[in-house]
């Protein structure tokens, strides 16, 4: 697989992330939800922090704001790994899975960024109304940036039994969290790494020692 084609699966992936999520963002109230299925529904959240919302400020003592700050910055610096990481495994002629599970990893990365780095400066905010895009009131800054989340899967949402010790008459819902195509990408890519890690991470093909 050649940086041509990485680069057309990354824009593909790309366009439709935030596609996705300009759409959802203009069209659904924050808190929104539709359901598509009894077990997928479309729900509009913003993630402030980093997967499953996680915030820094509640690992260390910053504020929200300085914490979203150094979260910004740390995913600069990792998707500059990332770039760097997909080039050198194409300049090194690696295997197409590997080349593909880097191009998945890296387009989910940018595209979790751009909301990070650009919404906050050109939407306003999706409290009790749908956001405008461009908008003369945007709801932060630069770097300050919300991610936009929409996927959500509660296959199973039900009420434990009460002989269950600890746990029963709790409710149990599975599969919690909302997440975006982005998210999506990131974790194909891994899961391609983790199930085709032999052949990821085999040798140089015949072909590109030739080209070599």
């Given at each position: 697989?050649?940086l041509?084609?990485?680069l057309?699966?990354i824009?593909?992936?790309?366009?439709?992330?935030q596609i996705?999520?300009i759409y959802?963002?203009?069209?659904?109230v924050?808190?929104e939800?539709?359901?598509?299925?009894?077990w997928?529904k479309?729900?509009f959240?913003?993630?402030?922090?980093a997967?499953?919302?996680a915030?820094?400020s509640d690992?260390?003592?910053?504020?929200d704001a300085t914490?979203?700050?150094?979260?910004?910055?740390?995913r600069?610096f990792a998707i500059?790994?990332i770039?760097?990481?997909?080039?050198?495994?194409i300049?090194?002629?690696?295997?197409?899975?590997?080349?593909?599970a880097?191009s998945?990893?890296?387009?989910?990365?940018?595209?979790?960024?751009?909301?990070?780095?650009?919404?906050g400066v050109i939407?306003n905010?999706s409290?009790n109304?749908?956001a405008?895009l461009?908008?003369?009131e945007?709801?932060?800054?630069?770097?300050?940036?919300?991610?936009?989340?929409?996927?959500?899967?509660p296959?199973?949402?039900?009420?434990?039994?009460?002989w269950?010790?600890?746990?029963?008459?709790d409710?149990?819902r599975?599969?919690e969290?909302v997440f975006?195509?982005?998210d999506t990408?990131?974790?194909?890519g891994?899961g391609?790494?983790?199930?085709?890690?032999?052949k990821a991470?085999?040798?140089?093909?015949e072909?590109?020692?030739?080209?070599e």
């Amino acid at each position: 697989m050649n940086l041509k084609k990485s680069l057309l699966l990354i824009f593909i992936l790309l366009l439709i992330d935030q596609i996705s999520k300009i759409y959802i963002k203009t069209n659904f109230v924050l808190g929104e939800s539709v359901e598509v299925f009894s077990w997928f529904k479309v729900l509009f959240i913003e993630n402030e922090g980093a997967a499953w919302g996680a915030k820094l400020s509640d690992i260390i003592p910053v504020s929200d704001a300085t914490g979203k700050l150094i979260l910004t910055v740390f995913r600069l610096f990792a998707i500059t790994g990332i770039g760097y990481w997909l080039y050198d495994v194409i300049r090194k002629g690696a295997s197409n899975t590997l080349i593909i599970a880097v191009s998945c990893i890296f387009s989910g990365a940018l595209g979790n960024i751009l909301d990070s780095l650009f919404y906050g400066v050109i939407f306003n905010d999706s409290y009790n109304q749908v956001a405008t895009l461009f908008s003369n009131e945007p709801y932060g800054g630069f770097f300050y940036g919300k991610v936009v989340d929409m996927l959500y899967f509660p296959m199973v949402d039900t009420t434990l039994p009460e002989w269950i010790p600890y746990f029963g008459g709790d409710n149990f819902r599975f599969f919690e969290p909302v997440f975006n195509i982005a998210d999506t990408a990131i974790s194909t890519g891994v899961g391609i790494l983790l199930v085709f890690n032999k052949k990821a991470f085999g040798e140089i093909s015949e072909e590109n020692k030739n080209e070599e």
